[in-house]
């Protein structure tokens, strides 16, 4: 989908270093034709710049933000507390403890500054462009049909990669596996 469109979708990371599993939140987003803007900007290392941008996503119109960090990933977290937009907070594996650290950081907020919290690393960044889309969904008609399409393609795939085993009879040399297509099971 490459229309062109109002961005709806701000995604903020820590360091260019998350960009490689950040970017992730971006493809889903294309896929269901979700306009977004992606930044950089520590909350850590360069608070200034992160409280601009946010007012600045504020004032551009978008509705939801993403934030990815890793370590001490207070990112999302001080994103959440500066702004009423709904914040999704993706926990990045770039420390010693392999994201651990980010996931707790992010999803142990106090009571009163919610971020919704992904699972560690692309899946979490993948899943907070879905998350995303569907909370703009919620007064998109159109959208919500795009994402009705990705649901079922996405069964679509599995029953195909399903297909594909059985024909291979890869699943009969799996011990104690039997296919569903398998009368006798
Ligand atoms: N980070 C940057 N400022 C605050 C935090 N928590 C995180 C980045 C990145 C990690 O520190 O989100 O995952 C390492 O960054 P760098 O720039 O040293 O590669």
Do not use: C
């Not at 996931?103 to 560690?120: C, E, F, K, N, Y």
């Amino acid at each position: 989908m490459n229309e062109t469109k109002q961005p709806r979708v701000g995604i903020v990371m820590g360091s260019d270093s998350d960009l490689a599993v950040m970017e992730q939140a971006g493809v889903v987003l294309d896929e269901l034709g979700v306009g977004h803007v992606v930044t950089i900007a520590s909350a850590h290392r360069a608070p200034d710049l992160l409280r601009a941008w946010i007012r600045k996503a504020e004032t551009q119109g978008l509705r939801v933000i993403i934030a990815g960090a890793g370590g001490a990933a207070h990112l999302a977290g001080v994103v959440a507390s500066e702004t009423l937009l709904p914040v999704i907070g993706v926990p990045l594996d770039s420390s010693a403890l392999h994201g651990l650290d980010a996931l707790l950081a992010t999803v142990q907020m106090p009571a009163g500054v919610p971020v919704a919290t992904m699972a560690i690393g692309k899946a979490g960044a993948k899943n907070a462009g879905v998350l995303a889309a569907r909370i703009l969904a919620l007064h998109d008609d159109r959208l919500a049909k795009r994402l009705i399409e990705y649901r079922t393609k996405m069964a679509q795939d599995v029953e195909k990669k399903a297909k594909d085993l059985e024909k291979r009879g890869g699943a009969k040399r799996t011990p104690g596996f039997r296919p569903a297509s398998d009368p006798a099971s």
